[in-house]
């Protein structure tokens, strides 16, 4: 398969705009209500109706027109990938994140400082997080950050964590499911319930301190909202 380049793409979109400035002009040098249309009122009544709306129909055309010749004008290129499909990046703001106090931090990340490096201790251990190809991946803290910033805000929205990275749009969802893939795999080490013991144990200290029976634990954390 041919690839199509943007110089194609920009001929195709004069071509297209050609065609409708010709159209159009067509339409302002025809009078329908002269056609030879035979003695039928239908046709008649079908003639009057298109004379009416003529003129608009050629205006709305040549406007589409000169959309299309602005359109082809703001291609340049050959289709490569180039200055044209980029926007300026900075990776300031996150390594200032990064450093904020621990207050700062937690309104960041929703965690604080030291649960995010425990975080990165334990996840770089994952060979998810090693590098394969020529281009080594961003570090770990990196590929945290991203998926706590993401899903740490209402919408969980992909634009915002891109900038605030500097990186691509596509890249902030691939480092979100590579984090989630390699929490999930934790789940067999971190996620198991306590054993009969443990619970008759648990229960009885928490009964003890607080007065509620049968209790084997609780949790406190930060709320990640996926959903409007």
């Not at 041919?2 to 004069?14: A, N, P, S």
């Not at 991203?146 to 740490?152: E, H, N």
């Not at 919408?155 to 390699?182: E, H, M, N, W």
């Amino acid at each position: 398969m041919v690839k199509e380049t943007l110089g194609g793409l920009q001929e195709d979109l004069y071509d297209d705009a050609s065609a409708l400035f010709a159209v159009a002009e067509t339409l302002d040098h025809v009078d329908l209500m002269n056609l030879n249309l035979e003695d039928d009122d239908d046709m008649d009544e079908l003639a009057q109706m298109l004379s009416r709306g003529q003129s608009d129909t050629a205006a709305i055309l040549r406007m589409y027109g000169a959309l299309f010749i602005e359109e082809a004008e703001s291609l340049k290129g050959d289709g490569m990938r180039g200055p044209y499909f980029q926007v300026q990046k900075s990776e300031d703001w996150f390594v200032c994140a990064l450093n904020m106090p621990d207050r700062e931090f937690r309104a960041i990340f929703r965690i604080s400082r030291l649960t995010f490096d425990i975080f990165c201790e334990i996840l770089e251990q994952n060979p998810l997080f090693l590098s394969r190809g020529r281009k080594p991946q961003h570090h770990i803290a990196w590929q945290l950050g991203a998926f706590l910033i993401r899903y740490g805000q209402l919408g969980s929205p992909v634009q915002d964590t891109s900038f605030k990275l500097g990186i691509g749009f596509g890249t902030v969802i691939l480092y979100c499911r590579r984090v989630i893939r390699a929490v999930h795999e934790l789940k067999p080490q971190y996620a198991r319930w306590f054993s009969e013991e443990h619970q008759l144990t648990t229960s009885a200290k928490i009964e003890a301190k607080i007065g509620f029976p049968n209790c084997v634990g609780s949790s406190d954390g930060s709320l990640f909202q996926t959903v409007e």
